[in-house]
């Protein structure tokens, strides 16, 4: 059984601070990991993808991914209000175009 | 780019009826396109790929006869629930993938369909 997990929250963080958001998936052959943001009744909409070990940084958010541990985490730079949503962590696991998606964790910036 | 639109946004059916849902890829050519279902306070699952000019494939647990896929052109795929009952009342969002976007496998989702079977 193909699993990604989040811890589902809420986070809560104050305005202006760092959110760190993780996920763990149990599939070691999966390639390509994606963070999508939810707002309560909207569809998810992404925010970005990350392929490679490391970081890769766009704006005020980092993806970091780490295959040998199966782990994928997004940092939110100076998180707004705004940022309070749930976000999905989706795996694209080894050999499929499917997407598994987490149970996502759901962030709350307290102003 | 890569904008996916749904049609209609909300729908309000009664028990048995059946309602289709469309999916189109407005400014490219979605080889294949993706159809969830979400609960309230819950994540998205899966419940079948959709590919242009073949079978759906479902995933398991998911009724092929009472969920109808199809996928006639590079553009549009339809969800038709048939014979619907309250258990079916969720939010479905399809998604559809860009082959020439990025590495290919990023999936660009639909403002999702908000149905409601009374």
């Known amino acids: 059984q193909k699993e990604v997990e989040q811890n589902s929250g809420p986070l809560s963080v104050p305005e202006g601070a760092i959110a760190s958001l993780n996920c763990t998936y149990s599939?070691?052959?999966?390639?390509?990991f994606f963070w999508y943001r939810q707002y309560s009744g909207k569809s998810p909409e992404l925010i970005m993808f990350?392929?490679?070990?490391g970081d890769k940084e766009d704006g005020r958010f980092t993806a970091q991914l780490n295959k040998a541990s199966q782990y994928v985490s997004l940092l939110i730079r100076d998180s707004q209000p705004s940022d309070s949503a749930t976000y999905l962590c989706?795996?694209?696991?080894?050999?499929?175009?499917?997407?598994?998606f987490g149970t996502g964790t759901r962030l709350k910036v307290l102003a | 780019g890569a904008v996916v639109s749904q049609h209609p946004s909300r729908v309000i059916c009664k028990s048995g009826t059946s309602v289709k849902i469309e999916c189109r890829s407005l400014?490219?050519?979605?080889?294949?396109m993706f159809w969830y279902r979400q609960f309230p306070k819950q994540s998205l699952m899966l419940m079948a790929t959709?590919?242009?000019?073949?079978?759906?494939?479902?995933e398991q647990g998911v009724e092929k006869d009472k969920f109808l896929i199809n996928h006639a052109s590079l553009t549009l795929s339809t969800l038709t629930v048939t014979s619907a009952h309250p258990e079916d009342s969720s939010f479905y969002i399809c998604?559809?993938?860009?082959?020439?976007?990025?590495?290919?496998?990023?999936?660009?989702f639909g403002p999702g369909t908000r149905l409601t079977v009374l």
């Open positions: 998604s559809a993938r860009d082959p020439l976007a990025g590495g290919g496998d990023e999936q660009f």
């Open positions: 599939d070691r052959g999966s390639q390509s």
């Open positions: 989706a795996v694209n696991f080894s050999g499929t175009y499917k997407y598994i």
């Open positions: 990350i392929y490679s070990n």
């Open positions: 959709s590919n242009e000019g073949s079978k759906a494939t479902y």
């Open positions: 400014d490219f050519q979605a080889t294949t």
